[in-house]
């Protein structure tokens, strides 16, 4: 034995080979979740907002049925917006459930979008007599673009036309325009969900400032009909020995009776005296004869308003 290995401490073998050393695992690559595409925004298209959104429990249960069965019915575009289909991309939108697919979108590619949208939802929307007037306001009125209205066959939809696709008088068809040119969204929007008839928002439209109809909206239709009834008090034709509408149809159906009997010069005469305001009148006196039927609906509405009232106030008590 050496000096140097007498130098070396009892027990040292030297250092640990390499195979014998402790091997730390792999270190596993973690995978990365693809970030989450933002939902695509979508806007509606001007001839698709002729109708109403769906609201409250209608909405909800729309929102259910797609979260449970996935959209069954695709949402149709038409020059980039969406022209059939606001209520199930909204539903899709508050799921976070995208709508990209080929099965999903569609693409009208017709010459009657108007004709479109109107055979997709009148026959499907369980719409009443003001939401059906506010629908056909909405055609009368709204622009495409710079002095440009929704056509159908090349040619500006008038109020006539509207009233007999929309099967609702001329008459309402004034009144929703009324509450769309005067109205304060949060009272349009009573009107469109079905809450308050077209009659009643027409006199709080005429009536009263866009900030005091909207406080009257937000407290709830009953505080709508309510302050529309104070303000037609006074206001409308009396049956006590006063002028009633179907005394102001009968005078003019006797004016119609006497007419013929008017010689050339004496039409000629009327005509030209009364021209410009014939012209403004005649889509009035083409809605006339469903004025009374109108005001006995009106009258019947209030009825049962003042009873509702009595009964809540019964139950108060």
Known sequence: MTSTDTNK????AGPMPDFLKRQEPPKQETKQEPAKQPFREYKFHPIADIFPLMSGEEFALLVDDIETNGLREPIWLYEGKILDGRNRYNACKELDLHIETIKDIKYYSGNDPLGFVFSANF?????????????AARIVTTKLGDNQHIEREGRPIDQPTAAEMLN?????????????????????????????????????????????????????DAAVRSAAKELGKGSRPQKNGRTTTKD??????????EWPNLNEWQKRYFVKTYLDELGKLV??????????EEEEQEQEQEQEQEQEQEQEQEEVA
Request: hydrophobic fraction near 40%; glycine fraction near 6%.
């Open 123 to 135: 026959y499907r929307r369980h719409l009443n007599e003001s939401q059906r007037a506010s629908v």
């Open 283 to 292: 889509e009035e006196i083409k809605s006339l004869a469903g004025m009374v």
């Open 248 to 257: 102001l149809k009968k005078q003019v159906d006797d004016f119609k009776a």
């Open 9 to 12: 401490p009892a027990g040292d």
């Open 168 to 220: 609702v008088s001329v008459k309402s068809i004034g009144r929703a325009k009324d509450v769309l040119e005067k109205g304060a969204p949060e009272l349009q929007a009573l009107v469109d969900d079905g809450k308050v008839a077209v009659s009643v928002a027409q006199k709080l439209a005429n009536k009263l400032p866009k900030d005091k109809q909207a406080e009257l909206a937000e407290s709830g």
